[in-house]
Nanobody, 125 residues
Framework: EVQLVESGGGLVQAGGSLRLSCAAS????????IGWFRQAPGKEREGLSC????????KYTDSVKRRFTISSDNAKNTVYLQMNSLKPEDTAVYYC??????????????????WGQGTQVTVSS
């Protein structure tokens, strides 16, 4: 059974940084891609970034491309999201999820599952 557990959220001032972690278990990491998502109150869930376990390829949505960096430690089955230059509009619950597809072939809205419980990120102005 695929299980994903997010951690690392918290309260940070605008301009600050946080690193989120997504610990994966129950599957061979190299066979999956892991995506990061967020959902702010009253808004739809937004796909942010993805990393493929097999080849390390990544993709980013434009709103975070120059501020967030996704990485993985395959030995620890953990994916990270380094978030810099945080803005109040980054406030949301952040989730990770998995797909069997490579990131470049995956659709954030359709292809991800096995969601974690989420971690709250709050950015104060």
């Amino acid at each position: 059974e695929v299980q994903l557990v997010e951690s690392g959220g918290g309260l940070v001032q605008a301009g600050g940084s946080l690193r989120l972690s997504c610990a994966a278990s129950g599957f061979k990491f190299e066979d999956y891609s892991i995506g990061w998502f967020r959902q702010a109150p009253g808004k739809e869930r937004e796909g942010l970034s993805c990393i493929s376990g097999s080849d390390g390829s990544t993709k980013y949505t434009d709103s975070v491309k120059r501020r967030f960096t996704i990485s993985s430690d395959n030995a620890k089955n953990t994916v990270y999201l380094q978030m810099n230059s945080l803005k109040p509009e980054d406030t949301a619950v952040y989730y990770c999820a998995s797909t069997r597809l490579l990131c470049r072939y995956s659709n954030y809205a359709l292809d991800f599952g096995s969601w974690g419980q989420g971690t709250q990120v709050t950015v104060s102005s």
